[in-house]
């Protein structure tokens, strides 16, 4: 899982770049092109310029269409590696931790996120309070004379955290629990950024349970 997410990350990157460098041509592109796209969608962007023969004129319009060809040619190439990529951890979390994957706002990417995160460290993973440290979710005392307050953890794996974060976005939209809670802690004063970074703590430990046990590097 952790190699195959390199590939991933490494895909998903250069797929961006590509679409953000034909999105500056196409808002500069001369008319003939330009008009064309402007008013498409990028997926019918990437579509249409994939197609385009520019011929063999050395002239800007035929220059800017071979070049946007290449990129969206470029584009859609990665998009297919994400999706065979996608496709072998997805096999992969199933095998591995079905219950995980089986929790609510936990998809593929953020299953292999998480499991890597605890596969890297099983020694450290005693129980649901030591994984919310290492996903930098669990608060720390910051307690001084006889006020008592916590500060926010900029610690552990930020990948890991990031993925408890995208958990709890999810519910926010689709689970009436989560929902409720937000609602419940903002009448209480707390702001929607402090309530989620409670539930964030409240995921790790659900999560926790359904980590396979023993924890093996995945």
């Known amino acids: 899982m952790r190699v195959l997410r390199i590939a991933r990350s490494s895909a998903r990157r250069s797929r961006t770049q590509a679409i953000n460098q034909i999105r500056s041509l196409v808002s500069t592109a001369p008319d003939a092109p330009g008009e064309e ?3 498409l969608s990028i997926y019918e962007v990437l579509e249409r310029a ?20 290449v990129l969206a040619r470029r ?7 994400v999706k065979e990529i996608d496709r072998l951890l997805k096999a992969l979390v199933a095998e591995t931790a079905p219950e995980l994957n089986a929790v609510i706002g936990v998809g593929t990417d953020v299953a ?7 596969g890297d460290n099983p020694e450290r993973l005693k129980n649901d309070a030591t994984f919310a440290r290492l996903c930098g979710v669990a608060p720390l005392d910051a307690s001084s004379g006889k006020n008592q307050r916590h500060r926010l953890s900029r610690g552990g794996d930020r990948q ?3 993925a408890l974060w995208h958990i709890v976005l999810t519910r926010m939209v689709c689970d009436p629990r989560t929902q409720h809670y937000i609602e419940r802690r ?4 707390r702001t929607k950024k402090e309530a989620v970074r409670c539930l964030k703590r409240y995921v790790a430990r ?11 590097s995945p």
Not at 186 to 189: A, D, I, P, V
């Open 37 to 39: 796209l402007r008013d």
């Open 186 to 189: 903002t009448k209480e004063g």
């Open 160 to 162: 890991a955290n990031a």
């Open 75 to 81: 584009a859609l190439s990665l998009e297919e590696e």
């Open 112 to 118: 292999s996120a998480l499991l890597v995160a605890a």
């Open 206 to 216: 659900e999560v926790f349970a359904s980590l396979p046990t023993p924890l093996d």
């Open 50 to 69: 994939s197609t385009y023969r520019p011929g063999t004129k050395t002239d800007i319009v035929s220059a800017t269409k071979w070049t946007l060809r």
